[in-house]
């Protein structure tokens, strides 16, 4: 009831300290952001209609000093044909050579109402004749229009393929892309005032491209009067030709006659949009945009802050009001952290350190530290088992039903490993040096047998017994135990080598391998039992590797644990044996290597896997 009392009442004082600072919070919040986002997407739009002017003023700067030059050159053109004075067709040349910007420029002259192309003047390192023609035929000038009195700006792109390309003029064929910018305007008038001379100017656009090459997140480029870019930030646009005809804004000033125009769209691909239109004075359309997420940003940014700031308040609030129960609540918290860490394994961890008060709760810190005393001893116990006994038996003990453990019969292959002429070798070495041997030798093998899945159920001296399906039988514990035996072979050939490295005397070994039926359980007095595995299965297992000696061989299997592992290994008939305690003969088989899974035959032999047969006590040889 005290505790359902104390959250209660800090409920209630979240929900009145709520009430009070969020909608207050929240109309401060709300227009504090109304405003600053009204203040702030303005001057934005300000600033990119300043950015879309100071632009287009920079625009019309460049074209009419292009426009300039146009007529300079035209009105030349007029003053050679009046004129045997060469000075003045030289200047012509000389202007056209030393000007950076110009690339050709084409005289127009009307004859019987129509407009025909008189002259040619040809910057000698840009272009030639058939390149001009070219140019001229894939992007026809709007000449009429120049004939009425207007002054005409179009893009002339055009790619080239240069590995194919055969123009005369190595020059004029080492770009990829053409880009230049034709200017069309009347020249010269006749008495009535009929246009009679044109020029049609060809500017390399490089220059009024660099005016609009600036990135960033507002954009700003330039089109022609019909919707053609001449100018972009991203250049493949005036490499490729590309037409803006499509696009909200370009479109919007195309049909409309006014000079500047704001709008709002929304592109297909970035979304709400902002951008302004400016006509400059000869035609040309600047276009600035910007996406209406970077305008509102510094918006969303306060916004953000201001939640964030609010945020804080509100916390600091609650935290007060938790403030009193945290100090009951902190020390029962702080022991169920405890407990987490003792059933995780964590023993070493004391109450009394971390809870001080003289409390119930102290109290229940007390008896916690008595528990866990209680638990570290028995965990001792059990690793000094673990040691005595081997892991594998404390597991096995600990899974296994009270009913079981009486004994169990269940399917296990069984296998036995005995040191060859061990008594001749203790008799040559001192006590230290054989137990250093075994050892070594144990240390090997044992870990082959874990690798493969199986249960080491104890040491004989020298011998080792071990046991698959131990203490649940599956499928492929026979196929693990001949892998294990024929690893235990490769292994003793790599020690043997490290012994005669070191000058010691190479060992060999007996494996005896068989399957059958065995009871598994606790067999002992009732002070001190083992868990192990008994019955005719295991004494023939032995009985086998005893026959290793008479066979001339380190591995021997029974018929039941061929027929078992024969699709895995390659196995060899070695003979019938009569061992002591059968009455019938036993069929023994050699292991000679291992099948992989495309059926591909290994034999794994050594220098210790086939010796001279021997008689062997126990044993002998039927056939």
Same mark, same amino acid.
């Given at each position: 009831?005290?505790?359902?009392?104390?959250l209660?009442?800090?409920?209630?004082?979240?929900?009145?300290?709520?009430?009070?600072?969020?909608?207050t919070?929240y109309?401060?919040?709300?227009?504090?952001?109304?405003?600053?986002?009204?203040?702030?997407?303005?001057?934005?739009?300000?600033?990119?209609?300043?950015?879309?002017?100071?632009r287009?003023?920079?625009?019309?700067?460049?074209l009419?000093g292009?426009?300039e030059?146009?007529?300079?050159v035209?009105?030349?053109?007029e003053?050679?044909?009046?004129?045997?004075?060469?000075?003045?067709?030289?200047?012509?040349?000389?202007?056209?050579?030393?000007?950076?910007?110009?690339?050709?420029?084409?005289?127009?002259?009307?004859?019987?109402?129509k407009?025909?192309?008189?002259?040619?003047?040809?910057?000698s390192?840009?272009?030639?004749?058939?390149?001009?023609?070219?140019?001229?035929?894939?992007n026809?000038?709007?000449?009429?229009?120049?004939?009425?009195?207007?002054?005409?700006i179009v893009?002339?792109i055009?790619?080239?393929?240069?590995?194919?390309?055969?123009?005369?003029?190595?020059?004029?064929?080492?770009?990829?892309?053409?880009?230049?910018?034709?200017?069309?305007?009347?020249?010269?008038?006749?008495e009535l005032g009929?246009?009679q001379?044109?020029?049609v100017?060809?500017?390399?656009l490089?220059?009024l491209?660099?005016?609009?090459?600036?990135?960033?997140?507002?954009v700003?480029?330039?089109?022609d009067?019909?919707?053609?870019?001449?100018? +972009?930030? #991203?250049?493949?646009?005036?490499?490729?030709?590309?037409?803006l005809?499509d +696009?909200?804004?370009?479109?919007?000033?195309?049909?409309?006659?006014?000079?500047?125009?704001?709008?709002?769209?929304?592109?297909?691909?970035?979304?709400?949009?902002?951008?302004?239109?400016?006509?400059?004075?000869m035609?040309?359309?600047?276009v600035?945009?910007?996406?209406?997420?970077?305008?509102?940003?510094?918006?969303?940014?306060?916004?953000h802050?201001?939640?964030?700031?609010?945020?804080?308040?509100?916390?600091?609030?609650?935290?007060?009001?938790?403030?009193?129960?945290?100090a009951?609540?902190?020390?029962?918290?702080?022991?169920a952290?405890?407990?987490?860490?003792?059933?995780?394994?964590n023993?070493?961890?004391?109450?009394?350190?971390?809870?001080?008060?003289?409390?119930?709760?102290?109290?229940?810190?007390?008896?916690? *530290?008595?528990?866990?005393?209680?638990l570290?001893?028995?965990?001792?116990?059990?690793?000094?088992?673990?040691?005595?006994?081997?892991?594998?038996?404390?597991?096995?003990l @600990?899974?296994?039903?009270d009913?079981?453990m009486?004994g169990?019969?269940?399917?296990?292959?069984?296998?036995?490993?005995?040191?060859r002429?061990?008594t001749?070798?203790s008799?040559?070495?001192?006590p230290?040096?054989?137990?250093? @041997?075994?050892?070594?030798?144990?240390?090997?093998?044992?870990k082959?047998?874990?690798? +493969?899945g199986?249960?080491?159920?104890?040491?004989?001296?020298?011998?080792?017994?071990?046991?698959?399906?131990?203490?649940?039988?599956?499928?492929?514990?026979a196929?693990?135990?001949?892998r294990?035996a024929?690893?235990?072979?490769?292994?003793?050939?790599?020690?043997?080598?490290?012994? @005669?490295?070191?000058g010691?005397?190479?060992?060999?070994?007996?494996?005896g391998?068989?399957?059958?039926d065995?009871?598994?359980?606790?067999?002992g007095?009732?002070?001190?039992?083992?868990l192990?595995v008994?019955?005719?299965?295991?004494?023939?297992?032995s009985?086998?590797?005893?026959s290793t000696?008479?066979?001339?061989?380190?591995?021997l299997?029974?018929?039941?644990?061929? *027929?078992l592992?024969?699709?895995?290994?390659?196995? #060899?008939y070695?003979?019938?044996?009569?061992?002591?305690?059968?009455a019938d003969?036993?069929?023994?088989?050699?292991?000679?290597?291992?099948k992989?899974?495309?059926?591909?035959?290994?034999?794994?032999?050594?220098?210790?896997?086939?010796?001279?047969?021997?008689?062997?006590?126990?044993?002998?040889?039927?056939?």
């Amino acid at each position: 009831m005290k505790k359902l009392f104390r959250l209660s009442i800090a409920v209630k004082l979240i929900f009145a300290t709520l009430g009070l600072l969020i909608p207050t919070s929240y109309f401060l919040v709300s227009r504090s952001l109304d405003y600053f986002e009204v203040t702030t997407v303005q001057k934005e739009y300000d600033f990119n209609e300043s950015q879309a002017i100071s632009r287009a003023t920079e625009a019309e700067n460049i074209l009419q000093g292009l426009l300039e030059k146009s007529r300079s050159v035209g009105t030349l053109y007029e003053m050679s044909r009046h004129s045997t004075n060469e000075d003045i067709v030289n200047s012509i040349y000389t202007t056209l050579e030393n000007d950076r910007d110009i690339v050709a420029v084409d005289i127009y002259k009307s004859e019987e109402g129509k407009f025909v192309l008189e002259k040619s003047l040809l910057k000698s390192k840009a272009v030639d004749e058939a390149m001009l023609n070219r140019l001229r035929i894939k992007n026809p000038f709007p000449i009429e229009s120049v004939a009425q009195g207007q002054i005409e700006i179009v893009p002339i792109i055009e790619k080239h393929d240069v590995a194919n390309e055969q123009a005369e003029n190595a020059a004029a064929n080492s770009k990829e892309t053409t880009t230049w910018m034709a200017i069309g305007q009347p020249i010269s008038k006749d008495e009535l005032g009929q246009i009679q001379s044109i020029t049609v100017t060809y500017f390399d656009l490089a220059r009024l491209q660099r005016a609009f090459s600036k990135k960033g997140d507002r954009v700003v480029f330039l089109v022609d009067a019909r919707g053609n870019v001449l100018a +972009h930030p #991203e250049e493949d646009n005036v490499f490729n030709a590309i037409t803006l005809r499509d +696009h909200k804004l370009v479109d919007a000033a195309l049909d409309s006659t006014e000079s500047r125009k704001r709008m709002s769209f929304n592109d297909p691909k970035l979304g709400p949009m902002f951008g302004i239109y400016v006509r400059t004075a000869m035609g040309p359309i600047v276009v600035a945009e910007v996406s209406e997420s970077f305008i509102t940003y510094p918006a969303r940014k306060a916004k953000h802050t201001l939640v964030k700031l609010t945020g804080f308040a509100l916390s600091v609030s609650i935290f007060l009001v938790f403030l009193l129960s945290m100090a009951l609540s902190s020390p029962i918290e702080k022991l169920a952290g405890l407990i987490r860490q003792v059933s995780a394994g964590n023993l070493d961890v004391t109450a009394k350190d971390q809870i001080k008060t003289e409390d119930e709760v102290g109290e229940l810190a007390t008896v916690f *530290d008595e528990m866990v005393g209680g638990l570290r001893e028995r965990q001792k116990a059990y690793s000094v088992m673990r040691q005595a006994l081997g892991a594998s038996v404390i597991d096995t003990l @600990m899974t296994m039903k009270d009913e079981d453990m009486g004994g169990k019969k269940q399917p296990v292959a069984v296998l036995f490993s005995d040191l060859r002429d061990f008594t001749k070798f203790s008799e040559g070495h001192t006590p230290e040096e054989v137990v250093v @041997m075994l050892n070594e030798y144990f240390d090997v093998m044992v870990k082959i047998i874990a690798k +493969h899945g199986g249960w080491l159920d104890k040491f004989i001296g020298d011998a080792i017994m071990a046991v698959w399906g131990v203490p649940y039988t599956g499928d492929e514990d026979a196929v693990r135990a001949t892998r294990a035996a024929l690893e235990m072979r490769v292994e003793l050939d790599l020690l043997n080598q490290r012994r @005669m490295e070191r000058g010691h005397t190479p060992i060999k070994i007996g494996v005896g391998l068989h399957c059958g039926d065995a009871i598994i359980g606790k067999i002992g007095a009732t002070e001190r039992a083992n868990l192990t595995v008994i019955g005719d299965t295991v004494n023939q297992a032995s009985r086998i590797e005893s026959s290793t000696k008479a066979f001339g061989t380190d591995i021997l299997l029974s018929q039941e644990t061929v *027929d078992l592992v024969e699709k895995h290994f390659v196995i #060899e008939y070695g003979g019938s044996a009569e061992v002591k305690g059968k009455a019938d003969a036993l069929k023994l088989y050699k292991l000679r290597g291992y099948k992989d899974q495309d059926g591909q035959v290994h034999l794994i032999k050594t220098e210790w896997s086939d010796y001279q047969a021997e008689s062997a006590d126990k044993v002998k040889v039927a056939s």
